[in-house]
């Protein structure tokens, strides 16, 4: 069984940093792309960012840009979030998601399965 | 990027055939394939129901089918189930490799 389980939200000033993590089992990790989408509460789905199966690409979203970072340690079968300077609007609910299909490179962003999701709230 | 453009809410009869749209550009729904569909019940995570516009994940019931025409996606429903009601959003690869999603559907089943 495929299972996916975040950690690392919190509550965290605005311009501060949090990591968040995302432990998975249940399949081969390595061949899958993986991402991070988040969600106000009682609002919409928003994509923030993706990894490919060997980390060789990764995208993100312009609203993240250049404050978050996307990693995955295929030893450890986790992703990771970096979040730099963090602001209000960032609060949300940060769910890690997996690819339905395998990818040698590059992702298909239909997300097969998901974890329960971390709460990130940003507030001084 | 602009979110793609979906009806806020619809609603059906049990039985009956509901369709929710997801309206997009050139630079995304109307150009790629890689469009997908999700449900989400309140308080639980997505569940991806469609993908590649028209595609079924395995297990996933044949009362649900994706389209598109031009660069306008579609999910429909058919016979129409109380464990319908819930959250759908579309969600498209777009230019500049972004994903980009809907800003969501109430389906209410009455």
């Known amino acids: 069984e495929v299972q996916l389980l975040e950690s690392g939200g919190g509550l965290v000033q605005p311009g501060g940093s949090l990591r968040l993590s995302c432990a998975t089992s249940g399949f081969t990790f390595n061949k899958y792309a993986m991402t991070w989408v988040r969600q106000t509460p009682g609002k919409g789905l928003e994509w923030v960012s993706t990894?490919?199966?060997?980390?060789?690409?990764?995208y993100y979203a312009d609203s993240v840009k250049g404050r978050f970072t996307i990693s995955r340690d295929n030893s450890k079968n986790t992703l990771y979030l970096q979040m730099n300077g963090l602001r209000a609007e960032d609060t949300a609910l940060y769910y890690c998601a997996k690819d339905l299909r395998a990818s040698a490179g590059g992702a298909y962003g239909d997300l097969a399965n998901w974890g329960q999701g971390t709460l990130v709230t940003v507030s001084s | 990027q602009s979110a793609l453009t979906q009806p806020a809410s619809v609603s059906g009869s049990p039985g009956q055939s509901i369709t929710i749209s997801c309206a997009g550009t050139s630079s995304d729904v109307g150009t790629f394939s890689s469009v997908s569909w999700y449900q989400q019940h309140p308080g639980k995570a997505p569940k991806l129901i469609i993908y590649?516009?028209?595609k079924r994940p395995p297990g996933l019931s044949n009362r649900f089918s994706g389209s598109r025409s031009g660069h306008t996606a579609s999910l429909t429903i058919s016979g129409l189930q109380a464990e319908d009601e819930a959250d759908y959003y579309c969600s498209s690869y777009a230019e500049s490799a972004i994903w980009v999603f809907g800003g969501g559907t109430r389906l209410t089943v009455l």
């Open positions: 590649d516009v028209t």
């Open positions: 990894v490919s199966s060997s980390s060789g690409d990764t």
